[in-house]
């Protein structure tokens, strides 16, 4: 059973996850979803614990992407580390890409508009 200060990762995305793996025909039974509520939960506070007490040696009070994914790989999850850390690289262009957009002048996004419209259709 999962510590009472333990907070449990929500029960239907716990199911809907489990749904998405498993075959279509597969039923998935209410202890199931629980007892992978329950690790799952306990593995995100494992993590984040220890990219916390990362930060607080630091003297940092907030845990970044950067921290989890250092975490995970000094927990011995190498391989959930790199692959988070390629989705972190990704996901920090495409703000950066998006913030470039939000900075061009009204006139400038009609006329990439209009350009795009062109190539497709």
Request: charged share 30%.
């Amino acid at each position: 059973m999962v510590d009472e200060h333990v907070k449990l990762v929500p029960i239907a995305n716990v199911g809907r996850i489990m749904k998405q793996i498993l075959p279509p025909t597969a039923k998935i039974s209410k202890e199931a979803k629980e007892t992978m509520q329950e690790c799952a939960s306990e593995f995100i506070s494992f993590v984040t614990g220890e990219a916390s007490d990362k930060c607080h040696k630091e003297n940092r009070r907030t845990v970044n992407g950067d921290d989890i994914c250092w975490a995970l790989s000094s927990l011995g999850f190498d391989n959930y580390a790199e692959v988070m850390l390629r989705y972190l690289y990704k996901l920090r262009d495409f703000e950066r890409v998006r913030a470039n957009q939000n900075k061009l002048a009204p006139l400038e996004i009609n006329v990439m508009e209009r350009v795009q419209r062109r190539r497709f259709n």
